[in-house]
């Protein structure tokens, strides 16, 4: 276990643990007495009728989730919706490696997949909050994975999903892409195979993962049009050190590579032999596939191949030169598209 | 200085050395007796009037540049021009750390620019070969910023330019990029500073430098239409390993360093206080800039940007799913159309 100042509720803002018990991975081992980090904004109604679910995206905790998606006058209203951010399996606040004691934690932690992530979930959902029925699942990028997974492994659950910046089966590029990002922590002689004593030990490593994640996480774009200047950084230098660097330092390296891991091999035909066609064929949740407009790992094409085997879905590219990272909310005409596109959704019968 | 069995004209094909002399750097070292290692196709016309020049790209020798570009019944035609493909400095062929002896070999290397490599070549093709004007430049990535720098520097010789897949001034996204090539390396405890005994050490480094560049050098189509499959590799793993890392593996860290360097600062506006419109306006050749339409780091519209600042030039962006790499000659559409383009440019009056 590692003692972290960044995985606290001070950093998070509030947020309730539940105890879903032992958690039997698709790969084979046993997470015990897993614990799922959520928070919720808004009141169920009487009917359950009215939950809204957003599992996280890689690096994401509750927190930044709220403050880029939840307000009141906003798609996801909490005077309307009763909203629940599950925390994913390896984000630092549900258990994770850096959280979980010896022996089981650090680099002993099990591989987890998107499915172990989703059926923890659907406990927490069902047992805690006695939901049969998600008004819409929602979430960018690993959020978008899950969002896909809830969306084909519990059909009849989800009335409307919204996977947003991500996709149902990883691809190749991606998985490549991603690798990248784990070689460079790995790297990192200080990370000494995952028992190192502080992230501070695998800082050059997570400052290669820091640069990585500016070269494919914005756009050629963002850069030509000097947004990181706009954002209030004096130069390249000045944003990777003080933007990226300073939001993935603090992060534990087990923790990334939890989810990295995750993220690499998402993919809802292993419901169906690989059958990609078949797996999204089962979604009866209607569906908006909103990819950002320049995300260089999850581009629009592969996000509307899978959008065309969706049977109740629209194909909603949101404009944003922001790349992936417009998920971090700071180009507002990107927000307000999601936003409108939420309400249309949300609106929508089902 | 490091024995390499890569570096030679067993590989590369027959070449001839040039030694200019001593080469005074702008960021004021020298290298002292500087070799240009240059090939020649073809015969050089009574006028003088049809030479054709082709500076080589990261990691490029004369030999792939012959393989992709020259031919009989193509553009570059030994038949009708003396081609003259001069190998960069740092290339491994032309003055390089790997190939300097003691003490100013390895890591001790001088850091040199695009501006050095264009003087150098210049004293080449007038000295040895009495050229005062050339009928082309033409030259992919960073022979497209030796293009450029050519073109600017010596407007009056250059009489057709053609840069493919490179800019004139790099972009900050491109210098960041290669910033993750240049740290793949130098992270790798066997670079130990520059100063290792065989490449063989820094191979983890290398390793990781290939697969970025397999992240960004083709494209989200490349892999999403398994071209690495239809260019005969069985999986992901396998194209890594056996095409990427097999590419790269062999060449020197210090020599793509040196390269490295030199990609990040390529800029032409260096001649005008930082003023690229001024610097492109001194342009006198016809140009075609030619971009690779899915390139990832020399987007076509970071190209388009520089296009427009130049008094006698087309835009023509090669259509192809190869990205960046399509330099390599795999896509016979985009040869094609380079081939076509480059044959009506050579056909152009000037």
């Known amino acids: 276990m590692i003692e972290s100042s960044y995985y606290s509720q001070d950093v998070h803002g509030p947020y309730e643990l539940y105890d879903i018990g032992n958690l039997d991975l698709e790969d084979g081992d046993t997470i015990r007495g897993c614990k799922l980090a959520y928070a919720t904004f808004g009141t169920l109604s009487a009917a359950r009728d009215n939950a809204i679910l957003m599992p996280t995206w890689y690096s994401g905790t509750n927190k930044i989730l709220e403050q880029v998606f939840i307000g009141k006058g906003r798609a996801l209203d909490p005077e309307k919706y009763f909203i629940l951010i599950i925390n994913q399996i390896g984000s630092g606040l549900s258990s994770s490696p850096h959280n979980t004691p010896p022996p089981a934690g650090m680099a002993n932690f099990p591989h987890v997949r998107i499915g172990d992530d989703v059926r923890a979930q659907h406990k927490l959902v069902t047992e805690k909050f006695g939901l049969n029925s998600l008004a819409l699942v929602v979430g960018g990028s690993m ?175 949101i404009q944003t030169i922001d790349g992936h990272l417009a998920l971090f909310g700071a180009d507002p005409g990107a927000i307000g598209e999601l936003d409108k596109n939420l309400t249309e959704l949300l609106a929508a019968k089902v």
């Open 143 to 317: 959020g978008a994975q899950q969002t896909y997974e809830w969306a084909v492994r519990y059909p009849d659950m989800v009335k409307r999903a919204a996977p947003i910046a991500g996709t149902a089966k990883n691809t190749v590029h991606d998985f490549l892409f991603t690798e990248t990002l784990v070689d460079a922590i790995t790297s990192d002689p200080g990370f000494k195979k995952g028992f190192y004593a502080s992230s501070a030990e695998v800082s050059e490593g997570l400052l290669r993962h820091a640069k990585m994640w500016a070269v494919m996480g914005w756009s050629t774009k963002f850069f030509r049009e000097n947004r990181y200047k706009a954002l209030g950084f004096s130069s390249l230098d000045d944003f990777i050190i003080n933007f990226m660097y300073a939001y993935f330092s603090v992060m534990d390296p087990n923790d990334l590579l939890c989810m990295a891991w995750k993220w690499q091999r998402g993919d809802v035909s292993r419901h169906t032999s690989g059958d990609l066609r078949a797996a999204l064929g089962r979604i009866k949740a209607k569906t908006f596939v909103m990819p950002m407009s320049s995300d260089m790992f999850f581009p629009p094409a592969d996000c509307q191949a899978e959008w065309r085997l969706i049977p109740y879905a629209e194909f909603r590219p």
